[in-house]
């Protein structure tokens, strides 16, 4: 071992993200775990050592940028303060439009001015250089939990923090820091006040959380995409309809187990030291409506949407027509939010359209009774929703993915045009591993809840000694799936 | 408590020696202390012929004979066929080729180029013949089959074609007699099937003007865009050429009657110019080029000569990355080598050499072992036969070259692919590579 190692290893470093699966969190969770339950007893030494910590874990991050979350902190409880204490309509109006240009303006400048100049150079054939930034990690939730923190106070709804280091500690919270969720400040400040004691539940829980989430992470999610989905999605061409098809709904599983896998960890963390996160995802893919999907898919995303695009665009107060446009503009922006590209404005656009059908379905279907009139009639028609509704996100998820349309179209056109399904036999024998993962995978999602209340039980009346050996076990077999050899991708014969 | 215990648990774990084995399946050592440890360098395993100092290029003695000090480095193409009697089979007899079309003395040069999944769609074909075309002039592109599974991916042509072929083919059993021409693909029309061609716009494939149908034996009548035809074979593979006018904007052939007499596919070219055919088969390690009769080669070399043979194969030898003994490949190519060598003694013939391939290790994309390995018996047979080599791993940058590409988007995420930027350059290094030659031939 060496000092060199080491120091190296505790700086920025650009090549190694930090992540809930590396080895190196493991470390930074348990020394960060030792000065925590040194500090348990004051309510302020906690938030400073938990404060500090996730300033370090934001630097190991993304360096630099670690000074742009405490400036957009100073700066949102500051007009938050102002807001409260101002008693004039319009000054209190001008502070809360200054936090969200503020707040816009530096997510638009980090994410979007690439974005933007691309389309000033087609438009007007014109020759602007695209300037050289590194989005932040992070930036796109912490603006939006500023945001809806902001809009809170200046609704009235929650009164702001009085000690600026509270704020600092809310905005900072490292497991939500790369992937969310978002959380609202109103839930989460007064979860500082309470004593940091934990009970076999919490314990129980967390563990849960943090096991599914890593092997939604590690083991479906980057598996699958690791020997299957990036090479489909890389060159559908070259694949025959059958291929693309299930390169599809392996991404559909991918980016879920990621996503949600990512979220369950950080909620699974949140709760071993002492916090309560909403759930983030319900097994989407359950849903029978696309209003539903977005009921269970980045719920805390979904929600923010709700309460701070659709409600101020009038939401269903200003006529039916006005409703479908408002769905269609907050899916719009929600789209864009994921990624400076067209690909995520289609999405969100399609998705935003095919909420304002669902809606006048759900209108012109609750004349016709007729249709759920029987227990199988409903069943069929539950069915039957849930199929079109995955098809129809998997559909969305195919310009998630793509970075370009040409490559969208490619796929689509072999799924359409070359489906070839003789193959599926050769093409199952070709990925053994990856289709028992997806199939795994969608057998859990598809389970019932109970099932896994049963795992989470047993995982809370476990002993200690039990518990580290569960968690050393599963690691262990963590380190197996991640060495394993990347398999190779065989071009079917069509 | 749990973290800590299972920090602790992991650690000792880490530092005792971890590797279990169970019955046949070994787990892989669990270490969370590697990244604390100093690095130590991997030893490179393969060792390199050794260099003269200074002599990593190509010198040229009085006699006009190339020595090749490092053929694991150098960039251009190595011309072993001065090691033997028989100068041509190098690149010279193709050389001498270019220099008769260039003044004049010649009205076609061609080419065969045979590889795998990375020729596919005429990647790396299409900007090697676009060069050479522009260059040695010519138009067309060359060799098309009846279908294709990639016809969708290929952009030098407009290609489609009725679901009705039956296509045999390297990897499924044709029945006995089924002869496989140079593709590796013999179809066999069904009533009604039909086949399209349509020039795209780009620069010299943008019109048809010599067409040229390739078909077995047998006799049957087909239907050429509307006008009937009868096509009587009386070798293994013939073919019948006819000039377009340029009004016809496509070719559409339609096979009506029920004879099941084999047909390979249409060739598109100018009067004068150089010519290239791809002949891509995916998953195959052109050992199957074995399979195809001594009279289909030489018929093929009757109705198509060929000026050089292109070999450019290795990404389906390299499935397991760390496998580095390739036995059951190079004597089976060789036997392919040596046969071409004897059935096409005027033609040149060259081994482009493996791509780096990488592979996941540690975490990292790594070139993997198996591509020196692959290099260096392809190389060995390249010498040893008296052929040329161009090796493409140190082309596009050796060690650790295809990572570099994946990152600059020119390589797919399957880290063995090009993708189409990516073949456009190693296009265009082939090009240079020939042009170095050509320029340097004294004829």
């Known amino acids: 071992m060496s000092f060199e190692n080491l120091k190296s290893l505790l700086l920025y470093n650009k090549e190694e993200l930090i992540l809930f699966n590396s080895a190196f969190f493991l470390y930074f969770f348990a020394t960060f775990l030792f000065c925590y339950q040194l500090a348990r007893k004051n309510e302020r030494a906690r938030v400073w050592v938990f404060t500090l910590f996730s300033l370090y874990f934001f630097y190991k991050a993304c360096n630099e940028y670690v000074l742009l979350v405490i400036l957009s902190a100073i700066v949102d409880f500051y007009i938050?303060?102002?807001?409260?204490?101002?008693?004039?309509?319009?000054?209190?109006?001008?502070?809360?439009?200054?936090?969200?240009?503020?707040?816009?303006?530096?997510?638009?400048?980090?994410?979007?001015?690439?974005?933007?100049?691309?389309?000033?150079?087609?438009?007007?054939?014109?020759?602007?250089?695209?300037?050289?930034?590194?989005?932040?990690?992070?930036?796109?939730?912490?603006?939006?939990?500023?945001?809806?923190?902001?809009v809170d106070v200046y609704r009235k709804e929650i009164k702001p923090v009085d000690k600026f280091m509270d704020y600092l500690f809310f905005l900072s919270f490292f497991p939500k820091l790369m992937m969310g969720p978002i959380v609202r400040a109103a839930d989460f400040i007064p979860q500082i006040r309470q004593a940091y004691v934990l009970n076999m539940e919490d314990v129980g829980k967390g563990m849960f959380l943090i096991i599914s989430g890593l092997f939604k992470k590690v083991v479906l999610s980057d598996f699958i995409n690791q020997n299957f989905v990036q090479y489909i999605f890389d060159d559908p061409g070259r694949y025959s309809g059958l291929e693309c098809l299930f390169?599809?709904?392996?991404?559909?599983?991918?980016?879920?187990?990621?996503?949600?896998?990512?979220?369950?960890?950080?909620?699974?963390?949140?709760?071993?030291?002492?916090?309560?996160?909403?759930?983030?995802?319900?097994?989407?893919?359950?849903?029978?409506?696309?209003?539903?999907?977005?009921?269970?898919?980045?719920?805390?995303?979904?929600?923010?949407?709700k309460d701070y695009i659709y409600i101020p665009?009038?939401?269903?107060?200003?006529?039916?027509?006005?409703?479908?446009?408002?769905?269609?503009?907050?899916?719009?922006?929600?789209?864009?939010?994921?990624?400076?590209?067209?690909?995520?404005?289609?999405?969100?656009?399609?998705?935003?359209?095919?909420?304002?059908?669902?809606?006048?379905?759900?209108?012109?279907?609750?004349?016709?009774?007729?249709?759920?009139?029987?227990?199988?009639?409903?069943?069929?028609?539950?069915?039957?929703?849930?199929?079109?509704?995955?098809?129809?996100?998997?559909?969305?998820?195919?310009?998630?993915?793509?970075?370009?349309?040409?490559?969208?179209?490619?796929?689509?056109?072999?799924?359409?045009?070359?489906?070839?399904?003789?193959?599926?036999?050769?093409?199952?024998?070709?990925?053994?591993?990856v289709f028992t993962l997806m199939a795994t995978g969608y057998f859990l999602h598809f389970l019932p809840e109970v099932a896994e209340k049963k795992l989470e039980g047993r995982l809370q009346v476990m002993p200690v000694w039990a518990s580290v050996a569960v968690m050393i076990l599963f690691i262990w077999f963590l380190n197996e799936v991640k060495t394993l050899e990347p398999m190779i991708p065989i071009y079917l014969q069509f | 408590?749990?973290?800590?215990?299972?920090?602790?648990?992991?650690?000792?774990?880490?530092?005792?020696?971890?590797?279990?084995?169970?019955?046949?399946?070994?787990?892989?050592?669990?270490?969370?202390?590697?990244d604390l440890r100093r690095q130590q360098p991997d030893g490179d395993t393969i060792t390199v012929a050794a260099i003269p100092a200074g002599a990593d290029s190509l010198e040229t003695d009085s006699a006009g004979m190339h020595i090749p000090k490092d053929f694991a480095t150098y960039t251009g193409i190595l011309d072993y066929g001065f090691n033997a009697g028989d100068k041509g089979a190098g690149m010279q007899y193709f050389m001498h080729a270019l220099k008769e079309l260039k003044t004049g003395r010649r009205k076609k040069v061609r080419i065969a180029y045979f590889g795998d999944s990375m020729i596919e769609g005429d990647l790396i074909t299409a900007d090697l013949r676009d060069s050479l075309q522009a260059y040695f002039g010519g138009e067309g592109v060359g060799f098309v089959p009846a279908t294709s599974v990639v016809s969708g991916f290929r952009t030098t042509i407009s290609h489609s074609f009725s679901p009705n072929w039956t296509d045999y083919h390297f990897r499924n059993n044709p029945p006995a007699g089924t002869e496989l021409g140079p593709s590796g693909h013999a179809f066999v029309p069904a009533p009604e099937s039909w086949v399209r061609y349509q020039p795209v716009k780009h620069h010299r494939l943008d019109q048809f003007e010599e067409i040229s149908l390739l078909y077995g034996s047998g006799h049957r009548n087909i239907v050429v865009n509307n006008k009937s035809l009868e096509l009587n074979g009386k070798g293994k593979i013939n073919a019948y050429s006819f000039v377009t006018d340029s009004s016809q904007r496509s070719l559409t052939l339609k096979f009506n009657n029920n004879n099941p007499a084999?047909?390979?596919?249409?060739?598109?070219?100018?009067?004068?110019?150089?010519?290239?055919?791809?002949?891509?088969?995916?998953?195959?390690?052109?050992?199957?080029?074995?399979?195809?009769?001594?009279?289909?080669?030489?018929?093929?070399?009757?109705?198509?000569?060929?000026d050089l043979i292109v070999l450019h194969y290795g990404a389906n030898v390299l499935f397991l990355p760390e496998n580095t003994r390739f036995d059951w490949y190079e004597k089976p190519m060789v036997k392919v080598v040596d046969?071409?060598?004897?059935?096409?003694?005027?033609?040149?013939?060259?081994?482009?050499?493996?791509?780096?391939?990488?592979?996941?290790?540690?975490?990292?994309?790594?070139?993997?072992?198996?591509?020196?390995?692959?290099?260096?018996?392809?190389?060995?047979?390249?010498?040893?036969?008296?052929?040329?080599?161009?090796?493409?791993?140190?082309?596009?940058?050796?060690?650790?070259?295809?990572?570099?590409?994946?990152?600059?988007?020119?390589?797919?995420?399957?880290?063995?692919?090009?993708?189409?930027?990516?073949?456009?350059?190693v296009g265009a290094l082939l090009y240079k590579a020939i042009m170095d030659e050509y320029q340097q031939a004294d004829m």
Not at chain 1, 379 to 401: D, E, P, S, Y
Not at chain 2, 383 to 388: D, G, L, Q, T, V
Request: charged share 15%; aromatic share 16%.
């Open chain 1, 80 to 150: 938050s303060n102002r807001i409260h204490t101002e008693q004039k309509d319009i000054i209190r109006k001008r502070l809360l439009w200054f936090s969200v240009v503020i707040n816009v303006g530096m997510l638009c400048y980090f994410k979007y001015t690439n974005f933007f100049i691309q389309i000033v150079n087609d438009v007007t054939a014109g020759n602007i250089s695209p300037v050289n930034l590194i989005l932040p990690i992070g930036i796109s939730f912490y603006t939006f939990e500023n945001l809806s923190y902001t």
């Open chain 1, 247 to 305: 390169g599809v709904y392996a991404y559909a599983l991918v980016i879920y187990c990621d996503f949600s896998g990512y979220s369950d960890m950080a909620i699974g963390i949140a709760r071993w030291v002492g916090f309560k996160l909403p759930p983030n995802f319900n097994k989407p893919y359950q849903s029978s409506s696309i209003t539903e999907f977005w009921r269970r898919w980045h719920i805390s995303l979904s929600s923010w949407l």
């Open chain 1, 313 to 433: 665009l009038g939401g269903n107060r200003k006529g039916t027509f006005r409703q479908y446009v408002n769905l269609f503009l907050t899916m719009l922006i929600g789209g864009f939010w994921h990624g400076a590209s067209w690909n995520f404005i289609f999405w969100g656009g399609v998705h935003g359209g095919a909420l304002g059908i669902d809606k006048i379905w759900i209108q012109w279907q609750k004349t016709r009774t007729w249709m759920r009139s029987t227990p199988l009639r409903a069943r069929l028609w539950k069915a039957g929703g849930v199929l079109f509704t995955f098809h129809l996100v998997c559909f969305c998820w195919i310009f998630f993915r793509m970075e370009h349309f040409s490559g969208a179209w490619a796929l689509l056109h072999q799924v359409v045009f070359e489906f070839q399904g003789h193959l599926l036999p050769q093409l199952l024998n070709a990925y053994p591993q």
């Open chain 2, 1 to 34: 408590m749990i973290v800590l215990g299972t920090l602790l648990g992991l650690a000792v774990i880490s530092l005792v020696n971890n590797t279990i084995t169970f019955g046949s399946y070994t787990l892989r050592p669990l270490d969370i202390l590697a």
């Open chain 2, 262 to 306: 084999l047909f390979y596919g249409v060739c598109f070219e100018s009067l004068n110019g150089i010519f290239l055919d791809n002949y891509s088969f995916r998953g195959i390690s052109g050992i199957e080029l074995g399979k195809l009769s001594r009279s289909m080669w030489d018929q093929v070399q009757s109705v198509r000569p060929y």
């Open chain 2, 339 to 425: 046969s071409l060598r004897r059935y096409f003694p005027h033609t040149s013939i060259l081994i482009v050499g493996t791509a780096d391939k990488a592979y996941k290790k540690k975490g990292k994309y790594v070139t993997a072992p198996g591509v020196k390995a692959l290099m260096k018996v392809q190389h060995k047979f390249a010498e040893s036969r008296s052929i040329a080599y161009w090796n493409l791993f140190s082309a596009m940058g050796g060690e650790g070259a295809m990572t570099r590409w994946v990152d600059t988007a020119m390589a797919n995420k399957d880290y063995t692919h090009f993708n189409f930027r990516g073949a456009s350059k």
